[in-house]
C-alpha cells in the first residue's frame, strides 16, 4: 500500500468512526463529536493513555511530548485533527 | 539479542554482583565501576532502541533481566528502573533530534533519573510547585525534588514541573549551574539506590532541554506516561524479590530440622512456603501480562503496568514477611539477602504510586462507565 492510498483511506469520517467504537467499547457510550469528554467524567489519566496508544497503533503515528495535551483529547473532533496533522507532518518529513 | 547473548549479560551482572549485595547495601553505594560496566553494554535502560544506540530488547526480555538483576541487588535494579524511565521520557516525550542527542548517551555508559515527588506533592502530583519557566532562548528551572531514586549516580535528570498552564519534562545535566544533591542517609531499604533530594536554584538550560521542546502537556498524562515503564520495572524488580525468598525459604526449610524433622514437614511451615510460592507466580504472571501489552502496544497497557505494580508489590511484601518467618533467626541480621528483601519489597509498595494510589487507579479503571 502506498503512502497515497493509506492517506485516502483514513478519512475523518473514517477517524470519528474509529475512535468512537473504540469509546463504546470502552466506556459503554459513543460521545458526540464535539462532547468534552473530560468535563463529562468519561475519561480518568489511564484511559487517556489508552487512548493515545489507541490512535497511535491504529494510525501508525507517533504522538510525541508536544502533543500530549489534554486538549487534543478532549473531544473526537480534537483527535481528528490531531491524527490528520500528525500524519501530514509526517508524510512531509 | 539472542538466548545466548541474553545468558552472557545476565550470567555477567551475576560475576560482578557476586556476594557483594549486602556490602553494597552497608556501605549506603553501589560501585562506580559496576554502573559504568553494565551502562556501557546497554544494560541500565537495556530498551533504547537499537537505532538510538541501545539494546532494543522487548519489555518482556527486559522484564526477565530486571527480576535476574532484582533477584541479586534491588538497588541495582533500583538504578536500572531509575535509568531505564528516564530514557522511556525522552523517547515518548522528547522528538527526533532529542533522542538522537540524549538516548545514545544513556544506552553508552550515562545514568539518568526522574524526578517527581516534591515535600508538598507526594501522592498528590497536582500539587506540584516546581517551575520551568521559558525565558527566551533559555527555560529557567526551580525546584525541590523529593527521594529522587539513583539521583547520586545520574548524569542527566529529567525533572517534571509547571510550564506554563500545564506542565513539562525537561532534561537538566546534574553538573549544570544551581543544581544541588543531598543524599539521604539511610533509607529503609534499597539503600544503595542512591537516593537523593534534588535542589534547583534557577537553574538555567537551553529551551531544547524542555522535552518535545515544548511544554504545557498535561500533568497526569504526562505523569502516567512516563511511569508506565518505572511501573513494570519494579513490578519485574519484585518478582525479583520473591525469587529469592522463595529460594531461601525452600532451601532452609529442607535443610533446618526441628522437633526431629525438616521444617519443610511442619504444615505451619509449609503453608509459608506455598504462600510465597504462589505470591511469586501470580507477580510474575501480572508482570508478563502487562510486557506482553508493552510490546504489543496495547491501549490497556497503562492499566495493565498499574495492576502489575499493584499485585507485584503487595506480593513481595507479604512473600518477605513469610520468608522473614520461616528464615527466623538465620534472616535477622540486617543485611542478609531475605532482611534485604523485607526491607526492600517495603518500599516497593510506596514507590511509583503507593499501594493505595495503585488502588484508587484501579478502582476508578473498573469504574469507568
Not at chain 1, 57 to 74: Q, S
Not at chain 2, 72 to 81: E, H
Not at chain 2, 223 to 244: D, E, H, K, M, P
Not at chain 2, 275 to 298: F, I, K, L, M, N
Request: charged content about 20%; aromatic content about 6%; hydrophobic content about 45%.
Amino acid at each position: 500500500m502506498t503512502a497515497n492510498q493509506t492517506e485516502e483511506a483514513i478519512t475523518p469520517e473514517k477517524i470519528r468512526s474509529d475512535i468512537q467504537e473504540f469509546l463504546t467499547t470502552k466506556i459503554e457510550v459513543a460521545p458526540e463529536v464535539e462532547e468534552d469528554l473530560f468535563s463529562s467524567g468519561l475519561i480518568t489519566s489511564l484511559f487517556a493513555l489508552e487512548l493515545v496508544t489507541y490512535i497511535e497503533k491504529t494510525y501508525g503515528i507517533e504522538i510525541n511530548g508536544v502533543d500530549l495535551k489534554l486538549n487534543n483529547f478532549r473531544t473526537i473532533n480534537a483527535m481528528i485533527g490531531l491524527v490528520r496533522r500528525i500524519r501530514a507532518e509526517e508524510n512531509v518529513e | 539479542m539472542t538466548p545466548e547473548e541474553f545468558a552472557q549479560e545476565t550470567t555477567l551482572i551475576g560475576e560482578l554482583v557476586a556476594d557483594q549485595a549486602d556490602a553494597w547495601d552497608e556501605a549506603e553505594s553501589l560501585p562506580a565501576e559496576l554502573l559504568r560496566k553494565l551502562g556501557q553494554r546497554g544494560l541500565l535502560c537495556a530498551q533504547v532502541p537499537v537505532a538510538f544506540g541501545g539494546l532494543g530488547i522487548s519489555s518482556e526480555l527486559n522484564g526477565e533481566l530486571t527480576a535476574v538483576s532484582g533477584s541479586w541487588c534491588s538497588s541495582l535494579r533500583s538504578v536500572m528502573t531509575s535509568s531505564g524511565m528516564a530514557a522511556w521520557a525522552i523517547q515518548r516525550l522528547g522528538n527526533r533530534q532529542q533522542r538522537e542527542d540524549y538516548l545514545p548517551q544513556l544506552a553508552n555508559g550515562q545514568i539518568g533519573a526522574v524526578g517527581f515527588s516534591e515535600r508538598l506533592a507526594g501522592s498528590d502530583l497536582a500539587a506540584m510547585q516546581t517551575q520551568i519557566r521559558p525565558d527566551g532562548e533559555f527555560v529557567i528551572v526551580d525546584g525541590l525534588k523529593c527521594w529522587m531514586t539513583a539521583a547520586a549516580y545520574a548524569d542527566l535528570l529529567i525533572i517534571i514541573g509547571r510550564y506554563d498552564d500545564g506542565a513539562a519534562a525537561v532534561a537538566v545535566p546534574a553538573n549544570a549551574p544551581g543544581v544541588a544533591l543531598e543524599r539521604i542517609p539511610r533509607p529503609l531499604g534499597c539503600r544503595a539506590a542512591g537516593h537523593a533530594n534534588v535542589i534547583l536554584r534557577s537553574v538555567r538550560l537551553p529551551a531544547a532541554s524542555v522535552l518535545g521542546y515544548c511544554g504545557g502537556q498535561s500533568l497526569p498524562m504526562l505523569v502516567t506516561a512516563i511511569l508506565a515503564y518505572g511501573r513494570i520495572s519494579v513490578a519485574w524488580g519484585c518478582v525479583g524479590i520473591l525469587r529469592t525468598c522463595l529460594n531461601a525459604v525452600t532451601q532452609h526449610a529442607r535443610s533446618r530440622t526441628q522437633f526431629g524433622k525438616p521444617l519443610a514437614e511442619h504444615q505451619l511451615v509449609a503453608r509459608h512456603i506455598a504462600q510465597v510460592y504462589a505470591a511469586e507466580q501470580v507477580a510474575t504472571r501480572a508482570c508478563e501480562h502487562a510486557s506482553r501489552c508493552w510490546d504489543s502496544r496495547s491501549p490497556e497497557m497503562a492499566a495493565a503496568a498499574v495492576l502489575a505494580k499493584y499485585v507485584s508489590s503487595a506480593n513481595a511484601a507479604q512473600g518477605s514477611a513469610s520468608a522473614m518467618q520461616v528464615l527466623a533467626s538465620a534472616a535477622s541480621r540486617d543485611t542478609s539477602a531475605v532482611a534485604r528483601a523485607f526491607r526492600d519489597a517495603k518500599l516497593m509498595e510506596i514507590i511509583e504510586g503507593t499501594h493505595e494510589i495503585c488502588e484508587l487507579m484501579l478502582a476508578r479503571h473498573a469504574l469507568t462507565p
